[in-house]
T-cell receptor
Framework: GENVEQHPSTLSVQEGDSAVIKCTYS??????FPWYKQELGKGPQLIID?????GEKKDQRIAVTLNKTAKHFSLHITETQPEDSAVYFC????????????FGGGTRVLVKP | GAVVSQHPSWVICKSGTSVKIECRSL??????MFWYRQFPKQSLMLMAT?????????EQGVEKDKFLINHASLTLSTLTVTSAHPEDSSFYIC?????????????FGPGTRLTVL
């Protein structure tokens, strides 16, 4: 099955700086890659996603890039703010298994004011 | 749009009792719902996938007789933890996926924290 690895596990940045989280996946058939933000005690919230026919997608301060050849994708947050502090999860869909998501281990992001 | 609710948000029960958790898609029809559990500071682990009107598909290692899943309508799925024990204490989260061009997208509920005494 699919295996998703996520790095780093924790990330501390100064307010206003950029944050980058990287994920790799193992199943070349995966074709959908969402990113979720989870605040303490809450469910994950979709923040951006990308499909395999696109190399980059941007939504305001958030961008995601995908390299299908290398099987890795990254989340970029620019101009970080304290409210960006949360745990971020990447995921990949198992294309052959009906869009079941496999999650990375998560990155705890702390934005210091 | 794409709002998923869960009820209850938290529950405390005695060992040996059963607990039912509801997951509802409020503004869309969910053809597929997923149930996850999450231990503190860990990632989400998929427990089962349920399609409306059919039996759930459980992940390896998840006891289907212990975690009963019912997906009776396009807006409601329930997870019943039967004969709960302290090791079942966890954060249970559902997600739903519906019709339309973005059928890959899973929208998550707020989660239910289960504590078994």
């Amino acid at each position: 099955g699919e295996n998703v690895e996520q790095h780093p596990s924790t990330l501390s940045v100064q307010e206003g700086d950029s944050a980058v989280i990287k994920c790799t996946y193992s199943d070349s058939a995966s074709n959908y890659f969402p990113w979720y933000k989870q605040e303490l005690g809450k469910g994950p919230q979709l923040i951006i996603d990308i499909r395999s026919n696109v190399g980059e997608k941007k939504d305001q301060r958030i961008a995601v890039t995908l390299n299908k050849t290398a099987k890795h994708f990254s989340l970029h947050i620019t101009e970080t703010q304290p409210e960006d502090s949360a745990v971020y999860f990447c995921a990949a869909s198992e294309g052959a298994a009906g869009n079941k998501l496999t999650f990375g281990g998560g990155t705890r992001v702390l934005v210091k004011p | 749009g794409a709002v998923v609710s869960q009820h209850p948000s938290w529950v405390i029960c005695k060992s040996g009792t059963s607990v039912k958790i509801e997951c509802r898609s409020l503004d869309f029809q969910a053809t597929t719902m997923f149930w996850y559990r999450q231990f503190p500071k860990q990632s989400l682990m998929l427990m089962a996938t349920s399609n409306e009107g059919s039996k759930a598909t459980y992940e390896q290692g998840v006891e289907k007789d212990k975690f009963l899943i019912n997906h009776a309508s396009l807006t409601l799925s329930t997870l019943t933890v039967t004969s709960a024990h302290p090791e079942d204490s966890s954060f249970y989260i559902c997600s739903a996926r519906g019709h339309g061009p973005s059928t890959d997208t899973q929208y998550f509920g707020p989660g239910t924290r289960l504590t078994v005494l």
